[in-house]
């Protein structure tokens, strides 16, 4: 967009090329980049969408637009183009089938209902979680509360998570998450409760409080809350911020982005865990300060981090999340992880039309999409479902999440729909 800014302005810098109609010209495509801009980084408006608009805009500001030659041209185009755009992006929860069917390798599907596994597309297969997995983290904490090991009324100090806080490695979840806090009145001498801490780390997916609550958890009590679990084929959990910096940690000077890549995919998994810690430990005592970091990671050291996140089956995760849904833990413990993650119920009034419980918690990198969600409608039926997704393209990511929630609201409430699934990924 700048670049775009300064191609319009360089032809002004000869005079006879000054004229009103050029000034004009350069006037409005500026107003329109910056408008563009503008959108994308003040009002979070998808890239793609805004830049579209940007192009319409060019195209309605143009004097030579309003010919009837040029009017039939764009007119067509803009048809054309419409019906693209909504034959692929019209809900569509069959993209998600297919995609699953057509990607055996790098996906897996778990649905059950009251207690019957209906579904276990390759569900045995253990993938990356990334976000996922911080219902295990909430579930230990849970039980940590319900045991008095914590109180999830006590407060912590921001300036205690911010020094997890890699800037732009979250999708701006911990600053989101932090708005909100301010906005609802949260924030009480630069302190928040404990619960928020980890509402924060479930409803917006903030990194910073989740490597704060492994350290406050203990890494050793989580692994062996999986395995208490009977979560067989979970990995162990290493801070996720930690991760991030592997990189920095083993670069030097001689070291180009390929041989990194070469070094990361090289390490052991037990020392590149056991690295993860150290430097998240670092971040806890100050050794390392990375508040005026800002995360900018190569997509292919991205790839080796999202490659090495930590993995589960989605096996694992229909029985942690039957579990709950089950109320098989404790009460205190099962009130405080459903406050955790049932908050569809609060942000859509509509859901407590269909449900009396709703659950969830997504995960996703460049390359992967995962969704876990346990439901329970009227009827007191009950059902899990776990989708986990790897190895995507960027197109792949946008429409598989663009269709997601039309997948996972048919396969909830429709039997038919799950029968079909059922049929199809069976024949796979």
Request: charged share 25%; net charge negative.
């Amino acid at each position: 967009m700048s670049g775009i800014i300064i191609l319009t302005l360089m032809p002004l810098l000869k005079k006879e090329n000054r004229t009103k109609q050029e000034i004009r010209k350069a006037i409005v495509t500026i107003a329109i980049v910056l408008g563009i801009i503008i959108a994308v980084i003040i009002f979070n408006v998808n890239y793609l969408i805004a830049f579209l608009f940007g192009v319409i805009a060019m195209i309605l500001f143009d004097k030579k637009t309003y010919t009837k030659k040029r009017l039939i041209i764009y007119g067509t185009s803009i048809l054309v183009i419409g019906a693209a755009v909504y034959s692929v992006f019209r809900d569509n929860p069959d993209y998600v089938l297919n995609h699953l069917k057509d990607h055996p390798e790098t996906s897996s599907l778990y649905v059950a209902k009251n207690g019957e596994e209906l579904i276990t597309y390759h569900s045995d297969v253990v993938r990356p979680l990334a976000s996922t997995v911080k219902i295990l983290i909430a579930v230990e904490y849970a039980m940590q509360i319900d045991e008095g090991t914590l109180n999830k009324d006590s407060y912590v100090s921001l300036d205690d998570l911010n020094q997890y806080y890699y800037k732009g490695s979250d999708g701006n979840a911990h600053e989101e998450w932090l708005k909100a806090m301010q906005k609802e009145g949260k924030i009480n001498h630069n302190q928040v409760t404990l619960q928020d801490v980890a509402k924060g780390m479930i409803t917006y997916s903030s990194n910073a409080n989740t490597d704060y609550l492994i350290n406050l958890i203990g890494i050793h009590s989580i692994n062996e809350r999986a395995k208490s679990l009977n979560l067989t084929k979970h990995e162990e959990i290493y801070p996720i911020v930690g991760a991030l910096l592997i990189p920095d940690y083993l670069k030097n000077n001689e070291m180009d982005k390929n041989r990194l890549v070469e070094e990361l995919e090289k390490m052991p998994m037990e020392m590149y865990r056991e690295t993860a810690e150290e430097l998240s430990q670092q971040m806890k005592d100050g050794t390392i300060n990375i508040e005026n970091d800002t995360f900018n990671m190569p997509l292919d050291l991205q790839r080796v981090w999202s490659d090495r996140l930590i993995g589960a089956s989605a096996n694992d995760y229909g029985r942690l999340l039957a579990i709950i849904s089950n109320n098989e833990l404790p009460t205190v413990a099962m009130q405080t992880v459903r406050d955790l993650l049932e908050w569809p119920m609060e942000i859509n009034e509509g859901n407590h039309e269909r449900f009396t419980h709703l659950g969830a918690k997504g995960g996703s990198t460049a390359f992967i999409l995962n969704d876990a969600m346990y439901a329970e409608d009227h009827h007191a039926d009950r059902i899990e479902i776990v989708l986990l997704t790897n190895d995507l393209n960027t197109w792949q990511q946008i429409l598989l999440s663009h269709h997601l929630n039309s997948f996972e609201s048919k396969l909830l409430g429709s039997e038919d729909y799950r029968q079909k699934v059922q049929k199809e990924l069976s024949g796979s």
